[in-house]
T-cell receptor, first 117, second 110 residues
Framework: NAGVMQNPRHLVRRRGQEARLRCSPMKGHSHVYWYRQLPEEGLKFMVYLQKENIIDESGMPKERFSAEFPKEGPSILRIQQVVRGDSAAYFCASSPGTGPYSNQPQHFGDGTRLSIL | EDQVTQSPEALRLQEGESSSLNCSYT??????LFWYRQDPGKGPEFLFT???AGEEKEKERLKATLTKKESFLHITAPKPEDSATYLC???????????FGAGTTVTVRA
């Protein structure tokens, strides 16, 4: 999984705190996707971003969750006022984008394991 | 809504014992079907993309095939290092996201 960098690898928060997860896409990739993997469940899509734009956030919970991909710097997934149910592995993926690359696979980072005390 | 079902949930093989994993899918227009491998504590690692029925892809001991309703991942003469969870995902023609199955966990004993 070299290329897509996520940090931190592990994050522990107490209920009510904020969690910030970072993702730097592979070099040359301009599209970022966030997925969540709950214990004993498959990967679920959360949000798809391009630089400075949220393209599809249909999988994102309506409250407490937000994502951004600024012009400079990594993509950030932010969870406010965390609850026990937010404990999961959060994966970021990147791809070159649409157009000629529309069938390019998404490449994943190694995830951030979020634990809520 | 796109649906992906993988079977079996778990598969225990002896080294050299070939087998197949199944991925059944329902999608409104398939743009691509993707196979990934995931090791414990790691992210999914891309293996194959299949685009149309009849297509086959091979990589070392792995071979993926595609029909209009399902895909198979064949593991020929597996080795212990092939032990992993294998994930299947689909992407609809009018969508960006991948819809994943729950995965098949393969354990290969020496």
């Amino acid at each position: 999984n070299a290329g897509v960098m996520q940090n931190p690898r592990h994050l522990v928060r107490r209920r009510g705190q904020e969690a910030r997860l970072r993702c730097s896409p592979m070099k040359g990739h301009s599209h970022v996707y966030w997925y969540r993997q709950l214990p004993e469940e498959g990967l679920k899509f959360m949000v798809y971003l391009q630089k400075e734009n949220i393209i599809d956030e249909s999988g994102m919970p309506k409250e407490r969750f937000s994502a951004e991909f600024p012009k400079e710097g990594p993509s950030i997934l932010r969870i406010q006022q965390v609850v026990r149910g937010d404990s999961a592995a959060y994966f970021c993926a990147s791809s070159p984008g649409t157009g000629p690359y529309s069938n390019q696979p998404q490449h994943f980072g190694d995830g951030t394991r979020l634990s809520i005390l | 809504e796109d649906q992906v079902t993988q079977s079996p949930e778990a598969l225990r093989l002896q080294e050299g014992e070939s087998s197949s994993l199944n991925c059944s899918y329902t999608v409104s227009g398939l743009r691509g079907l993707f196979w990934y491998r995931q090791d414990p504590g790691k992210g999914p690692e891309f293996l194959f993309t299949l685009y149309s029925a009849g297509e086959e892809k091979e990589k070392e001991r792995l071979k993926a095939t595609l029909t209009k309703k399902e895909s198979f991942l064949h593991i020929t003469a597996p080795k212990p290092e092939d032990s992993a969870t294998y994930l299947c995902a689909v992407r609809a023609s009018n969508d960006y996201k991948l819809s994943f199955g729950a995965g098949t966990t393969v354990t290969v004993r020496a």
